[in-house]
């Protein structure tokens, strides 16, 4: 039979495990929480910075849209002093390289929205029934 202070010194061992455990083991959750903290602040930051970008591209691709306009509508009030059949070809060129540049804008602002997941199901859709994706542009 074990003796009185063999049993006493098992207990307090027994007793500093059990103590070191629990410290271990808080330790270890402590560090999981910050963790998971951290890969949430990395995930937010990141959703950040992508939904900046994807606002810039479509604030890009407006100006883009908007400059052809414009120069669409200074080329067209140029061609003014010409004959009507000039003004039409003019127009329809004009028009047509307005309507191209838009597209390609908004072929990118749906290209960013799809690489970094903002686009919905629809906007597929309208991306493969698009003219440039029907003419292999």
């Given at each position: 039979m074990a003796s009185r202070e063999q049993s006493y010194k098992a207990g307090e061992t027994k007793g500093r495990v059990e103590e070191k455990t629990n410290q271990t083991m808080g330790s270890l959750g402590e560090k999981a929480r910050e963790g998971k903290d951290k890969t949430c602040e990395t995930a937010e930051a990141a959703k950040e910075k992508t939904s900046s970008a994807a606002q810039s591209t479509k604030e890009k691709a407006s100006q883009a849209a908007e400059a052809a306009k414009k120069k669409t509508c200074e080329t067209?009030?140029?061609?003014g002093g010409k004959?009507?059949?000039?003004?039409?070809?003019?127009?329809?060129?004009?028009?047509?390289?307005?309507?191209?540049?838009?597209?390609?804008a908004q072929s990118?602002?749906?290209?960013v929205k799809h690489t970094t997941g903002f686009a919905k199901e629809d906007d597929n859709v309208k991306k493969t029934n698009s003219p440039l994706h029907k003419e292999g542009n």
């Open positions: 067209t009030q140029a061609t004959s009507e059949a000039g003004k039409e070809t003019t127009g329809g060129i004009i028009q047509k390289t307005g309507e191209q540049v838009k597209s390609m990118a602002l749906d290209a």
